[in-house]
Every structure is written in structure tokens, then in C-alpha cells.
């Protein structure tokens, strides 16, 4: 008998990765299991370290869970020589920032980098896959035949159900090779959606990279047209940032801003999928909310004045007007010695500390201290040698401590507010030169309210209080905040936000054209300033992820006519999307029918479904759908596989995106804003919330600039 040595078959690539995604898995497990095993009772010293401490391994853990729809790595970079150890994981950042035990080791050979959402080492602390937000990995995003970045080859891998099952490369320095789209990044654009917001850490584009991966230091401005990516760009930023910066912002925190609740519903999943828990969400509304228990509304007009920057100059002036130049002396008395500072003495004290550039509260609490430092002054000239104590005293003393209540009394922010805005004689005194009689009266309640408490305060109002309250005493700052849709903020909401992040820095993100509000910015220089911004970078994305070709192209026509000068939106996406504009002859209810059919269809199709229409048709319609027996959700709601259609009212689509959208009557939608420009654009933000289909159903006629182009 003779025994033949079985030919090994030599594994195919597609198996060798597979056998990397294994041991992966493995080491990953390994790394939970190390954590798991901590034992913490010798190194905490009492229980509340030991809470701390717990909480932070329960994090920990639950950061290294290995989730099985989501791939542990999505690419690979098999560079022609070994990345020098400034660019390995973490070099180049703060200490601590993403310290993992394979931190700054060099690799001998050019060797392969399996990028994913986390980093992974095996048991000698190599790595298996390295963390997207590491330098290594930025190549990955960036790196392309013109600039191959020493990659001589990026791999994407393709997945189904969290199994590896295809890969796509590209050799950057191979000159044969002609550039190609990549097949698994339009599978990604083009992937349905249901559910909430993803991330798109996979295919993240170069110039989305860019400001992704800009420094903690300097604040970016991005604008761009729907579906160019500015909340996923927004969002990865904030993971980047805390990669790369983790200490400071563990200190000092870190913040986005959205325009509803259930906007900040839809992206709330984005950040712990990317391991990052610890980010604060809210809105304008939200940060304010402290101030007072809002309860009014405004009218527009009222809303307008009181969110013009003026207001705060208005603030500023009555708040100062409650110092009063004092009278008289001060006499203080300790033990059988009588110490007079004169009032022209007092009142240089007061303008001293008028002219400095400090808060109303804090200048309150030096006025004690200086008046005592005169006194001592008069004590050493008189021979004593008296020490702080002495000094701490005096500023305690009754005499000085009423001269300090009639010169410069405390003040209650929100009842210099209400007494603006109930007392027209304070406000014409303080608006002088600034409001006019109008937008004087516009501001005044009809009703004065008698106290703070029983005042109805509105949304705006509640944004003067803060004000008010800063002007007295400094707002503590972020490290970063992240505003979206900041096309909306009026001057005085970005001055609430900007008094946020005086020691940190903003990444604003917006659209002029998606600008709905009354107050909504004429141009992001001017929003910047009032963020107290200006240096800022202003950032232009234009290459569309979302609305396809044909639908985008229809919206695109509005432009001329809401922002001048904007760039139409490029859609990337292959796939050109279905399209139609149906017109229901008849009255109403044969709208409403053809609403309800288009919705009918949209739902025979994959992925999620948007009714959009004017705020004011949202109760008709549901009353269809119910008829219908169409189930719906309303928005914030999660779509499920099994509840896939939402009833959108048009105000707050804004950010949203579902992948058919049937549009329920333009004209509706234009007239229920205010004024023409506005209506278009609220027509703009509805008309470009589709992925893959737009279905238009319309009795009246469509707005003119819809039609004039065509
Ligand atoms: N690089 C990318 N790869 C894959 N999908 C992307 C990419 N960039 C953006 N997208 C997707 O495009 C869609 C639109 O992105 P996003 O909501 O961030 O756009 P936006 O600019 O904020 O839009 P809007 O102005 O309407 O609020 C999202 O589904 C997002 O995941």
C-alpha cells in the first residue's frame, strides 16, 4: 500500500479573510473576557471609586460586544512599507487618547491593516483590526491613484447578515489598473432604509474625510445640499473627536444640537454604534429650558424682534441699569476706628469696574472687595498693618455690604426679562436708538404678567433669559458642540449655542436653501459671527447620497428662486429613482384617494415610506389612511419591517429621509408658511426626502416655479 501526502489545497482569499474575521471574533472575545475578569476589590479605595470604576468596565464591555450584524472590519490596507510609528494608532494624539497596548508598534513588513469600528488586538497586543479614526486607517478614506499614500492595495469587503461573503480591490500604484466606482459603496447608497440613521463609517468620502478628521481647534461650517451627508458627516466627527482628543472632551463634554425631538431620535443610534455613548443630544429649545417653564407662543412678529441680535445689546443696557453712582460715603466702623471712604472715592471704584470686561455678577462680588481695599489702604496710612483677614471682614461689613445693594444689586434674570417685556417705559428707555416704536410694541405682552412664574413664556423668550443670565454670570463651556440644521437659529438662538462653546469649537452644519424659519440666516458669515465663530471654515458638499438623479433634478429647480447662487446637488447614486407627478382631477377627495393609492404602491416596494404633506392636511390624511386601513407611524416613531409608513407633516421633515415619499399638494405645502420663499423652501426640504422613489399628488395647480423650468 502506498499512502499519498494529500495535496493542501491552498486556501482561497475569500477563505483567508474569513479565517482573519474568525480569529478577529476570537481575540475580541479574549479582550471582553480579560475585562469581565477584573477584579476591583484591591484597587478602590471606597465605594464610590469602586461605582465609578464598575460603571466604567460595564461600559467598556459593553463597547467590545461583538454584534453580529455588524462587520468587525470593512476594509484593508496593504501598504508598500511599514507605516512609520507617528502613524500608528493613536500616535499622533493627546496622551490617553486611544491608548491601546499596540499603541506606536512598528511593523517590520509594508503588512495589512484590517480597518473597523473598533480596534482589536490578539494576545500579544497586535493588532488584528485598527480603529477607522486611527492615522493608518485614514488612507483607507482617502488615498487614490493620483496619491496612492504608500497603499499598494485598499480592499472593501461586502456583507450579508454578518457574514463575509465578497471583496472589491483597488491597487492605487498599479498604472494598468483603470479607476472604478466601487460596486459595494453604491450597494451601500442604495441599501433601504428602515429603522434609524446609520453610520457610514464604511464609505465615508474623501472630502467628507476631510472635515470628519479637521482638529479639535477650529471650527467648520459645512453647508450642503440635501443628502450630501451633513449629519452623518457631523456625527463621525464627534466620534473622531473623541478618539483623538478623549481626555479634554471627557472634561469638558461634548454636544449636538438638532432641530426636534424626533430628528435627534433618528440619528441617536449613529454614535454607540461607533462605541461612543458618553454625547450629549438636544435641542435650541432643550439648552434653554432651564431658564423658564415655556408655556406661550409668539406671534411672528414678536418672535422675529426678540430673536434679532439687537435684543441683546437691549439686555445689556437694562441690566447696567441697575447700577446707581452712590450718593454718599461709606462709613465702616471697627472697634473704637471710624473708616470713611468718600462717594467720589466709591463711584471711581464703580467705574472701574464698569469699564472691565467682566459679568454683572461677577463684578458684584469684587465691588465688597474693593471698597475693603480702600479702607485697608487708609488703614496702613494711618499705621496699622492690617492682613487679609481684616481686608475679608471689611467686605463683610453691613455698611459696605448695603452700599454694594444699592450700587450694584443682585438681579434676577428672568425678572429683568419680564420686566421688559411687560414695562414699556424700560424697554423704550433701553431700546432707544436700537428697536423701533413698532418692534417695541411687537414685543410687548398684550397682558403683563405679574410674576416670573405665572408668566407664559415662549420658546424665544426663554433664549433672552439666557442671555440675560450670561450677561450676569458666565455660561460654562463644551470642548465641542455640533449644530445641525443651524440654518434655522436666530441670531439670538446661535449666541445661545456660541456662549456654549467659547473654549471649544463648533462644526455647524446647514442648508440656506432649507432655511424655514422667519429668522433663518441670509449667509452663514452672518451666522457665524453670532456664534462668536467668524474664523470658522466654511466647507461646501455637493455630491448627494439620498435624493436620486431625476427627483433631485425636479427639486434643484426651486433653487433659483430660495437661494441664489447655491450649488444644485449632484446625486451619486446610480440608480436614477422613479419618479412621477400625478394630477387628481376632481376635488379633494380625489386627492386624498390618489394620496392613498401612491402610498398603497410605495409600500409593494422594499424600505421605509413617507406621507408628506402641509401641516394643516396631516389630520385628513390620516383619517384616509385609517379608512384604508393603511397603518402609519408619525415621525420619531422607529419604522420597523412591519410598520414601514409614516404620516410626515411638512414642518418637520426636515433631516429625515424615507425611502418612497409620496408628497400630498405643493401648493399646500408653499401656502402654509408665511410668505412665498419660505414655502418653497419648506417645499424643497419635502420634495428631496426620497431614496429611491417620489411620487407627487397634486388637485391644485403646482406652484409656478416648480412649472417654469419644465
Ligand atoms: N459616504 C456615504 N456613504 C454612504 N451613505 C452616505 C454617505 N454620506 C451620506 N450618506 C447617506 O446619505 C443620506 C443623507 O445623509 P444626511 O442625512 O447626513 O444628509 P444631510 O446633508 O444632513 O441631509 P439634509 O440636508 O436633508 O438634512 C443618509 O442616509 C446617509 O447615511
Known sequence: MCFREAVPVSPSPLDRERAHLASSRAALRAMREDVQALDISDVTANWVNAAVLERQIDERIKALADLAHTPLFFGRLDYLHAPGAEQAEGAEFEEGGAATSSQGRRRETGGSFYIGRRHVHDADGDPMVIDWRAPVSQPFYRASKKAPMDVALRRRFGYTGGELTAYEDEHLTDPDEVEQTSKLLQQEIERPRVGPMRDIVATIQPEQDEIVRSGLA???????????????????????????HRERLARTGTLVIGPNRSF???????????????????????????????????????????????????????????????????????????????????????????ARDMRYGAAREALPQRIAHAVLVRMERAGEAPDDRVQDAVARNAAVKAVVKAVWPAVDPAKLV????????????HAAGLLSEDEQKAVLWAKPARS????????????????????????????????????????????????????????????????????????????????????AVVEELTAGFRVPTDVITYASRLLPHIAPGLTPVASVRENPGAFEVREAPGGVAEVVAGVVAACREALENEGSVGLIAADARCAALGEALERAGLAFLAPGEETTTGARLTLVPASLAKGLEYDYVVLDEPAAVVDG????????????????????????????????????AA
Open 264 to 354: 435627534l431620535h433618528y440619528i441617536e443610534q449613529v454614535l454607540p454604534a461607533l462605541g461612543e455613548l458618553e454625547v450629549g443630544q438636544a435641542t435650541v429649545d432643550d439648552l434653554v429650558a432651564g431658564r423658564a417653564q415655556v408655556r406661550g407662543v409668539d406671534d411672528p412678529g414678536a418672535a422675529l424682534v426678540k430673536g434679532d441680535a439687537r435684543m441683546a445689546e437691549v439686555l445689556r443696557r437694562a441690566l447696567r441699569s441697575h447700577i446707581a453712582m452712590p450718593s454718599e460715603g461709606v462709613v465702616v466702623v471697627r472697634g473704637s476706628r471710624r473708616w470713611r471712604i468718600a462717594s467720589y472715592e466709591l463711584e471711581e471704584i464703580v467705574r472701574e469696574l464698569m
Open 218 to 244: 477650529g471650527s467648520v461650517c459645512v453647508q450642503g445640499g440635501p443628502g450630501t451627508g451633513k449629519t452623518a458627516v457631523g456625527l463621525h466627527r464627534v466620534a473622531y473627536l473623541l478618539y483623538a
Open 418 to 429: 419680564l420686566r421688559l417685556l411687560s414695562d414699556a417705559q424700560f424697554l423704550a428707555e
Open 673 to 708: 408658511e408665511p410668505d412665498e420663499r419660505t414655502g418653497l423652501r419648506r417645499l424643497y426640504v419635502a420634495l428631496t426626502r426620497a431614496v429611491s422613489g417620489l411620487v407627487v399628488v397634486h388637485g391644485a395647480g403646482l406652484p409656478a416655479a416648480l412649472v417654469d
Open 452 to 535: 416670573v412664574k405665572s408668566a407664559k413664556w415662549s420658546a424665544a423668550d426663554a433664549v433672552l433669559i439666557d442671555e440675560a443670565a450670561d450677561l450676569i454670570e458666565r455660561t460654562p463651556s463644551l470642548g465641542h458642540v455640533v449644530l445641525d440644521e443651524a440654518q434655522d437659529l436666530s441670531p439670538m438662538q446661535y449666541r445661545a449655542v456660541g456662549r456654549r462653546a467659547t473654549t471649544g469649537s463648533v462644526t455647524v452644519l446647514g442648508d440656506i436653501a432649507q432655511g424655514t424659519t422667519p429668522w433663518s440666516t441670509p449667509s452663514w458669515d452672518v451666522a457665524l459671527a453670532h456664534l462668536g465663530k467668524a474664523d
